[in-house]
């Protein structure tokens, strides 16, 4: 079952330059493998390393976060949750530099569930070689509406 761009935009708040998945390849009960093509045209190339453009190592962290929030959401039967919030990262490691031109497969499994908390192991690949892997901590959430105070 995939969900292309128009599906991944009803699901998540993002929006560009900050929405970093084209689409849900697969999405189980506890699993969820999402695609980001990473082109030249991308914002972020023009002074990340512009003579040796590589997609920075936390905005791959962002993109699985994004993915395991669209799982969370997959997981949620309470209709009153507008938003999945990212709370922590552990075991952080990038292991392959991500270039325009690659298709970023990005991996995200449910470790446990306690509450509204979410734990997941995270794992991004480019051509079946893992190139930055992380724990994950989510937590349910809503979304502040416009001209709400701040509390």
């Given at each position: 079952?995939?969900?292309?761009?128009r599906e991944v935009l009803k699901l998540l708040p993002h929006r560009y330059p900050?929405?970093?998945?084209?689409?849900?390849?697969?999405?189980?009960?506890?699993?969820?493998?999402?695609?980001?093509?990473?082109?030249?045209?991308?914002?972020?190339?023009?002074?990340?390393?512009?003579?040796?453009?590589?997609?920075?190592?936390?905005?791959?962290?962002e993109a699985m976060a994004q993915a395991?929030?669209?799982?969370?959401?997959?997981?949620?039967?309470?209709?009153?949750?507008?938003?999945?919030?990212?709370?922590?990262?552990?075991?952080?490691?990038?292991?392959?530099?991500?270039?325009?031109?690659?298709?970023?497969?990005?991996?995200?499994?449910?470790?446990?569930?306690?509450?509204?908390?979410?734990?997941?192991?995270?794992?991004?690949?480019?051509?079946?070689?893992?190139?930055?892997?992380?724990?994950?901590?989510?937590?349910?959430?809503?979304?502040?509406?416009?001209?709400?105070?701040?509390?």
């Open positions: 079952m995939t969900k292309d761009i900050f929405l970093l998945l084209d689409r849900i390849l697969e999405l189980t009960a506890e699993t969820i493998v999402g695609l980001k093509n990473v082109t030249i045209n991308e914002p972020f190339f023009q002074g990340h390393f512009p003579a040796e453009p590589i997609m920075p190592g936390v905005l791959i962290v395991g929030g669209i799982l969370g959401f997959s997981l949620v039967t309470n209709q009153n949750v507008e938003a999945i919030y990212f709370m922590g990262m552990d075991r952080v490691r990038f292991r392959k530099p991500v270039r325009p031109g690659d298709q970023l497969i990005i991996k995200v499994r449910l470790i446990k569930q306690k509450g509204t908390i979410f734990k997941m192991q995270a794992e991004a690949y480019v051509d079946d070689n893992l190139v930055a892997e992380a724990e994950l901590l989510a937590t349910l959430g809503s979304l502040k509406k416009e001209n709400e105070p701040v509390a």
